[in-house]
C-alpha cells in the first residue's frame, strides 16, 4: 500500500490552507480608528480637528473612520478650508493699507501723510494681521516652545514677531535702540511681518487644497459604493439604505446600476464593468452562481444577487481600509528626511542668530536693521515643510494610484523595496498561466478505454480542490460519467491523491513518486508521458491496486498577457526565475515560450522557500510572485510577496501586493509605479535640500558684497511657500501614471 502523508497539494507540492477568516484577520485593527491624523508624523492621531503637536501642520480625516462618509471629503465641507480662506481674505484687506503706507511713498495722497503719522497707521493695520488673523500661527510657534518639538512655525513665529517687535520698539521707543539701529531716521518693517502672515497663511491654505488632492484615489473609491440598494423581499422591491442591506438579502440589479456589496448571482445574466477596481477593462460575463463584488457596474443586463458580504466586509471596504492604512506608514527613505529635520531648526535659529550678530557688527548703516531683516529672511526661507512633506505626499499619491488600477500595496515600505527588486520568482499555475487546466490528451494501457481511465481517475479527485483535480472531474461529467464514492481520502505531500474506490486502492499522480515506491510504468507509458511534458502538459499516473492504468495529460494555457509582459519586466532589468512542482520537461517548454531565464521544477513549498533564501543570501532582492495561498512560506521569505489573485479577502490580507486582475500586465505596472514613485520621492528630496542649501545663504545676504543684493523677508516667505507647494505639485504627477 502506498504510504500516507499530511494534507498537501498532490501535483505542485504546495501545502493546502485554509483561508483566513476575515474576522480574524482583522482582529488586530483598532475598533474606533482616530478621526483625524497628521499627514507628515506617524502614529499622531486625534479625535478633534486641530495642529500636529510635532510638526504644527493641520490634522487631516483619516480615511479609515470616515469611509463610509464621503461627505466629508469635500473641500466645501471642511472647516479648516473656510477659516484660512477667510483668514486669508481679511489679512490681504489689512495688509494692503500697510504696503501701499510703506512702499507707496511717492504715490499721490500717500506723500502728504507725514511719517510719523504713517508709521502709527502702519502699526495700527499690521497688528491684527500678526496677532488676530496670524493667531493659529503663533499658537503653533508658542507650543513648539512649549514642547521642545521645533518646525516650521518655530522659524515664523520667530521671524514675524522679531520683525513686528522690532518696528513696534522703534516707533514706540526708539531710545531703547542705539543710534546705529535707525541710523537717525525710523526704518520700519511691519509691512514684512504683515506680508509674511498673508503669504504663510495663503501658503497653508493651498498646500492644504493640494494635500486634498493627494487623497483623490481613496475618495474615488469610497465613492464606488452606492448610497442605496434595490431589496427585493415579498415580491415587491424596495429602495434601501445601503447599511441596512444584510447578508441573505436578495437585491436587483438594474442595466447601469453599481453593484451595492459583495454576493453571489441567483437569477439572470449580465456583464459586469470592474476596471474601477481592478483596471480590467474588458467587462466580465455575470450568471447564475457568478461571484459579483460592490463597486462595479453593471452593464446592460439585468439579474438578482445574494448579498453575502456587507459593510466593512466588502472587498472594496478593505481596499480603502488597506490603502488608507498603507498611505499612513513611512517609507525607509523617510528616516532620512526624519534625521535632518531633527537638527534642521536649532541649526537654522543658530545660522539666524549669527547672520544677526555679523550683520550688526559689520554691516553698513543701519546695521541693526539690516540684522534684523536678514536673520528674519533666514528664518522665513528655511521652514522645514517641503522637506517634511517630500515623502509622504509621494507615498500618498502613489498607493492611491495603485489601488486605482488593482494593484494593492500593504505599507510605504513595500513600495520602497519594490524599486529595490532584481530578482523575480514566478509561479507557473494561476501566474503564467491561466490557472483553468483541461484534460488534453487520455492514453489508457491495452486493455482499457479512455472512459473506464477518466471514470476511475474522477471518483477520487472529485474530493480535492486542486485546479488539476478540477479539470479531471470537470471532463468527467462532460462525458456523462457517473462518479463512485471515494473512501479514506490521502493527499500525498508533491505526489498525487489516494483513496479507496470500493475494494481497490486508486492513486493519481506523479511518476517519480512510484518509482521510489517500486510501482514503474511501461516504456510505451513513459514515452508518452514525455511527449505530453515537452508540449507543456502537466502528466498523471493513474494506478490501480498499484497497477498503472494509464495518462492523464491536462493542459493549462498561457495568459495572453504573458508574452508581452515578460519582455516588458526584463526590460525593467529583471532577472526572471520559474519556481514550480510541475515536472521539468513541462515547466522548461513554458520557460522556452516565455523567454524566462531560469527554471526549478519538482519543488514542494519546502523547497521553493529554500530558493528564495538562497536567492536573497546572494545580496539580491528578491519578490516571489504566486497566488497567495499555496505559496505562502515562499511570499512570506522574499523581500516581497505579490500575490496575483482576484481581488478575494484571502490575498488582500495575506500578501505584501495584491494584483487584482492577476496577470503579468499588473505585476508590471506593480513595479513600474514603484519605481515612479522612488524617483519623485527623490526629485522632492532634491529639491528641498537644494532649496534650503541654496535659499539660507542667500537670505543670509552672501551677495550683498559682490551685487549689494538682499533677500526681502516677504520675497523669503513666498518661496518658502511655494517650495511645499511645489512639493506636492510634483508628486501629484503620479495621478498620471
Not at 477659516?83 to 500697510?98: G, K
Not at 507615498?395 to 523595496?417: D, P, S, Y
Not at 520559474?578 to 515536472?583: A, P
Request: hydrophobic share 45%.
Amino acid at each position: 500500500m502506498l504510504p500516507s502523508a499530511p494534507t498537501s497539494c498532490p501535483h505542485c507540492s504546495s501545502d493546502e490552507q485554509k483561508p483566513k477568516p476575515a474576522a480574524a484577520a482583522r482582529e488586530s485593527l483598532p475598533s474606533t480608528p482616530p478621526l483625524y491624523i497628521c499627514p507628515m508624523c506617524d502614529g499622531v492621531s486625534s479625535d478633534k480637528s486641530g495642529a500636529c503637536p510635532h510638526c504644527g501642520m493641520a490634522l487631516e480625516k483619516n480615511p479609515l473612520a470616515q469611509r463610509n462618509e464621503p461627505e466629508c471629503c469635500g473641500d466645501g465641507g471642511d472647516e479648516e478650508v473656510r477659516d484660512l480662506w477667510w483668514r486669508v481674505r481679511w489679512s490681504t484687506a489689512m495688509t494692503a493699507p500697510v504696503v501701499l503706507l510703506s512702499m507707496g511713498m511717492e504715490l499721490p495722497v500717500i506723500r502728504d501723510i507725514p511719517h510719523e503719522a504713517s508709521a502709527w497707521m502702519q502699526f495700527v493695520w499690521a497688528t491684527p494681521v500678526v496677532f488676530w488673523v496670524g493667531w493659529p500661527l503663533l499658537v503653533r510657534f508658542a507650543r513648539s516652545l512649549v514642547t521642545l518639538r521645533f518646525n516650521m512655525f518655530t522659524l515664523i513665529g520667530l521671524g514675524v514677531l522679531a520683525a513686528w517687535t522690532y518696528s513696534t520698539v522703534t516707533l514706540v521707543a526708539p531710545q531703547w535702540l542705539p543710534h546705529a539701529a535707525t541710523h537717525g531716521g525710523m526704518v520700519l518693517y511691519f509691512e514684512s511681518a504683515a506680508v509674511i502672515t498673508v503669504l504663510v497663511l495663503l501658503g497653508q491654505l493651498l498646500e492644504l487644497r493640494a494635500r486634498k488632492a493627494t487623497g483623490s484615489a481613496i475618495r474615488a473609491l469610497m465613492n464606488l459604493a452606492p448610497k442605496t440598494a434595490l431589496l427585493v423581499r415579498d415580491g415587491h422591491e424596495i429602495d434601501t439604505p445601503i447599511d441596512d442591506i444584510q447578508p441573505g438579502d436578495i437585491l436587483r440589479l438594474k442595466p447601469g446600476s453599481r453593484i451595492p456589496v459583495d454576493g453571489i448571482v441567483t437569477e439572470g445574466s449580465s456583464t459586469v464593468d470592474e476596471s474601477m477596481l481592478t483596471g480590467e477593462s474588458m467587462p466580465q460575463k455575470k450568471e447564475a452562481g457568478s461571484a459579483v463584488t460592490g463597486g462595479t457596474v453593471n452593464a446592460t443586463g439585468t439579474f438578482l444577487m445574494r448579498a453575502e458580504r456587507v459593510g466593512a466586509n466588502t472587498v472594496l471596504s478593505q481596499i480603502v481600509e488597506m490603502t488608507a492604512k498603507a498611505q499612513a506608514s513611512r517609507a525607509p527613505v523617510q528616516r532620512l528626511a526624519d534625521r535632518v529635520s531633527a537638527w534642521f531648526v536649532p541649526t537654522v535659529v543658530g545660522i539666524a542668530l549669527l547672520t544677526f550678530l555679523l550683520w550688526w557688527q559689520f554691516g553698513p548703516q543701519p546695521s541693526f536693521a539690516f540684522a534684523v531683516v536678514n536673520a528674519v529672511a533666514v528664518l522665513i526661507i528655511a521652514c522645514p515643510c517641503a522637506l517634511g512633506l517630500a515623502t509622504p505626499m509621494a507615498v500618498t499619491v502613489g498607493l492611491g494610484r495603485g489601488a486605482q488600477l488593482g494593484i494593492l500595496i500593504k505599507n510605504a515600505e513595500t513600495l520602497e523595496r519594490l524599486h529595490g527588486i532584481d530578482i523575480l520568482m514566478l509561479d507557473k499555475t494561476g501566474t503564467l498561466t491561466e490557472g483553468k487546466p483541461s484534460v488534453a490528451e487520455i492514453f489508457p494501457l491495452p486493455g482499457l478505454s479512455a472512459r473506464d481511465l477518466l471514470a476511475c481517475a474522477a471518483a477520487v479527485e472529485a474530493v480535492s480542490e486542486h485546479p488539476i483535480a478540477t479539470a479531471i472531474v470537470r471532463a468527467a461529467k462532460e462525458r456523462n460519467i457517473p462518479l463512485a464514492a471515494v473512501t479514506d481520502f490521502q493527499s500525498i505531500t508533491g505526489s498525487g491523491v489516494l483513496g479507496n474506490v470500493g475494494d481497490s486502492e486508486v492513486f493519481i499522480g506523479q511518476e517519480a513518486f512510484l518509482k521510489k515506491n517500486g510501482v514503474f510504468i511501461s516504456a510505451e507509458c513513459h514515452t508518452q508521458s514525455m511527449r505530453m511534458q515537452a508540449e507543456g502538459c502537466t502528466v498523471v499516473v493513474v494506478v490501480l491496486n498499484e497497477k498503472p492504468l494509464g495518462l492523464i495529460a491536462i493542459k493549462d494555457k498561457l495568459k495572453e498577457s504573458a508574452p508581452p509582459a515578460i519582455t516588458a519586466l526584463h526590460a525593467l532589468g529583471l532577472k526572471l526565475q520559474m519556481i514550480t512542482g510541475d515536472s521539468l520537461a513541462t515547466a522548461q517548454r513554458v520557460a522556452k515560450d516565455l523567454g524566462i531565464d531560469d527554471v526549478a521544477a519538482e519543488v514542494s513549498s519546502k523547497e521553493k522557500l529554500l530558493h528564495v533564501y538562497q536567492a536573497r543570501g546572494k545580496d539580491r532582492h528578491v519578490a516571489f510572485a504566486g497566488d497567495g495561498i499555496n505559496d505562502a512560506p515562499a511570499l512570506a521569505a522574499a523581500d516581497v510577496g505579490i500575490a496575483m489573485g482576484t481581488g478575494t479577502e484571502v490575498a488582500i490580507q495575506s500578501a505584501a501586493v495584491t494584483l487584482m486582475k492577476g496577470d503579468l500586465r499588473a505585476l508590471h505596472q506593480a513595479f513600474s509605479l514603484s519605481r515612479a514613485t522612488m524617483k519623485v520621492i527623490r526629485q522632492n528630496l532634491m529639491f528641498a535640500f537644494l532649496y534650503n542649501g541654496l535659499g539660507i545663504p542667500l537670505a543670509a545676504g552672501i551677495l550683498y558684497p559682490l551685487t549689494g543684493w538682499l533677500l526681502n523677508p516677504m520675497i523669503a516667505s513666498i518661496a518658502m511657500s511655494l517650495s511645499s507647494v511645489s512639493v506636492i505639485l510634483n508628486s501629484l504627477r503620479l495621478r498620471r501614471f
